[in-house]
């Protein structure tokens, strides 16, 4: 048989049924060789070697799965034990990147042919192959050998590395469908591309921080608010309250209450406060301005002038704090009485004077002395603190057989 007859051109794909693919390859027959040579007899020449074909070449997913290369046939080669079939297959492999390839031999005859031999369950892997790169495989099975060049086209989308066994850069998970980009200072990927925020950050994209923890997109500052003492700035800062009045800032503890005699208005910013003026004083924290200080209680002896404070009280005059600053004169009279009030009171008082007699009593026991005289009083202290003056004017001369 001396012509060669074209049968079918080179490689037929199929699209791959249900699988679930991770590359592209590219398998090519490349060239098959059989030790069997007696295929044709002529009266003429004797026995000749064969006409070689392929049928029913097939590629799967695996040994019993989907077929992802078409069944076919190919074109003959004429009287050689060595055949190139030229069939070359591309096609979708699957997550294992195994394949099967099978196929039968034949032997071309006029009438009838011949089936040589099947090969079949032939186990192609691209697990360990690069992208591009060319590989090479012999297969035999009898007296049949076949020899078969692949390579990685391509990865499916995702996937990278030899044998598209990794997932490319910001993918990942089984099917490296999981995008995740790290952001520096804020989160890294996990294996499964979910977000491991870093640091005091938190939320679905590490945007926020955690409790007390400042400034946005940083969380490297911590700051507890204090009430009372202070407050957080959006930087984390602390901002110490403005004080309400009757306080002074301490840098330490906050607003604290201005002590006994001291002033401030609101807002002091000030580590103290104002003193009341002189004479004046107001409860610790009370001082919410300097009208809040008033006169202080005039000692025994004083009287209060609301303009210069505590003053002695003047001769013969008793001062008597308890009836809010009003003064009680001293009368020649059985009785004593206070002046000033809303209404007169009459007191019993402890120094009586005899006005008839001009005899001067103290509780009840009489005096020699004659009744002109001058009283100093002082506050909080009541008749007995008067005394008679030297005597002058009023004073009588010692009766006969009497010295003083």
């Not at 695996?62 to 992802?68: A, I, Q």
């Not at 004593?336 to 009171?345: C, D, K, N």
């Not at 006005?355 to 020699?368: F, I, N, R, S, Y």
């Amino acid at each position: 048989m001396g012509r060669k007859f074209l049968l079918l051109a080179a490689a037929l794909i199929l699209r791959l049924e249900t699988v679930d693919c991770a590359a592209r390859g590219e398998i090519k027959f490349y060239k098959y060789y059989d030790s069997y040579d007696d295929c044709d007899y002529s009266w003429l020449g004797g026995w000749s070697d064969c006409d070689f074909f392929f049928r029913n070449v097939k590629i799967k997913e695996s040994s019993d799965g989907n077929v992802l290369f078409h069944r076919g046939s190919t074109s003959y080669t004429q009287d050689s034990q060595t055949y190139y079939p030229s069939v070359t297959a591309t096609v979708d492999l699957p997550s294992n990147l195994n394949v099967y390839l099978s196929m039968e031999v034949w032997d071309k005859d006029v009438k009838y042919d011949d089936h040589i031999r099947t090969m079949s369950n032939m186990a192609l892997t691209f697990e360990n192959t690069i992208i591009g790169h060319s590989y090479s495989t012999t297969y035999r099975s009898g007296g049949g050998r076949l020899t078969v060049y692949y390579r990685l086209l391509s990865c499916n989308p995702g996937f990278t590395g030899t044998g598209c066994a990794d997932c490319i850069l910001n993918y990942y998970g089984s099917q490296c469908s999981t995008y995740c980009k790290p952001v520096s200072g804020s989160y890294t990927c996990d294996s499964n591309g979910r977000k491991t925020c870093v640091g005091k950050k938190v939320g679905s994209d590490c945007q926020d921080c955690q409790s007390n923890y400042y400034p946005d997109g940083q969380c490297d500052t911590f700051c507890d608010p204090q009430p009372g003492i202070y407050t957080c700035s959006s930087l984390g800062l602390r901002v110490l309250e403005d004080c309400v009045a009757g306080q002074s800032l301490d840098q330490s503890t906050g607003c604290q209450p201005c002590p006994a005699d001291e002033w401030s208005l609101a807002a002091n910013a000030a580590s103290t406060c104002t003193a009341c003026p002189a004479g004046k004083g107001v409860a610790a924290g009370s001082g919410t301005s300097q009208s809040a200080c008033t006169w202080k209680d005039c000692v025994a002896g004083q009287s209060l002038d609301q303009s210069t404070g505590c003053q002695p009280c003047p001769a013969d005059v008793k001062w008597l704090s308890s009836l809010s600053g009003r003064s009680m004169e001293f009368s020649s009279k059985r009785s004593f009485y206070l002046h000033g009030m809303s209404s007169w009171q009459r007191q019993r008082g402890s120094l009586w004077m005899g006005q008839e007699h001009k005899k001067v009593t103290a509780h009840g026991k009489p005096l020699d002395q004659e009744h002109h005289k001058e009283i100093v009083l002082r506050a909080s202290i009541w008749i007995s603190a008067c005394t008679w003056k030297d005597c002058s004017t009023g004073c009588a001369a010692c009766p006969a057989d009497e010295w003083s």
